[in-house]
């Protein structure tokens, strides 16, 4: 196909040459060289776009998971308890006295949110970000925070007996805080808060 593609192209190409037979196959070659590495960049830069779609539609997601963007929003006394909503995003959120009892947050954006008194027991935070979010007065009792970023994080009054705190990012002054009403064991995790939290 190549092939026939030079020979018709040529003419084109140098009308004004001598087809002596050595420029000829000199030319016809050049064309040809050009054609291959032009039709190869197309089939490379399809087969790349085939494989990045397929990429795409095996990676797993999570079964039944609802991915929310609630930015901004006014969710005062709203129940999310037992729900999957791994990914979602609570950022700026006003989520004051609200529940989330036994639901699944993994890897949710939280920054900003105020989630004062809210009822958060066995919620899984798991790789959450928790930047700047306001838990006071909330019961956060066997909840899992495992590798969740929570600086600027306020925990004041929060019931934390058997949450998980193991790798997560948590200020300093927070921690010292934390330590002196840790206690309890996860039941999900068996690991005890004071040993999550590095208390002495």
Avoid: W
């Amino acid at each position: 196909m190549i092939n026939n593609l030079a020979n018709l192209l040529y003419p084109l190409i140098y009308p004004y040459q001598s087809l002596t037979f050595n420029n000829f196959y000199r030319e016809k070659t050049m064309i040809n060289s050009t054609l291959s590495t032009i039709f190869g960049r197309i089939f490379y830069g399809f087969l790349l776009l085939f494989l990045a779609f397929l990429l795409i539609l095996l990676t797993p997601q999570p079964v039944n998971a609802e991915i929310l963007n609630f930015t901004h929003a006014e969710l005062e006394g709203e129940d999310f308890s037992n729900r999957d909503l791994t990914g979602s995003v609570f950022a700026a959120t006003n989520l004051r006295n609200a529940s989330f009892e036994n639901s699944n947050l993994t890897n949710a954006i939280m920054t900003e949110g105020i989630l004062l008194n809210a009822n958060l027991r066995g919620v899984n935070f798991t790789g959450a970000l928790i930047d700047r979010v306001t838990f006071d007065l909330s019961d956060l009792r066997n909840a899992i925070f495992v590798e969740a970023i929570a600086t600027r994080t306020r925990f004041y009054d929060t019931n934390i007996e058997g949450a998980d705190f193991s790798d997560a990012v948590i200020d300093r002054y927070q921690l010292n805080l934390m330590c002196e009403k840790a206690k309890g064991v996860n039941p999900v995790t068996g690991i005890a808060t004071r040993d999550s939290l590095g208390c002495e």
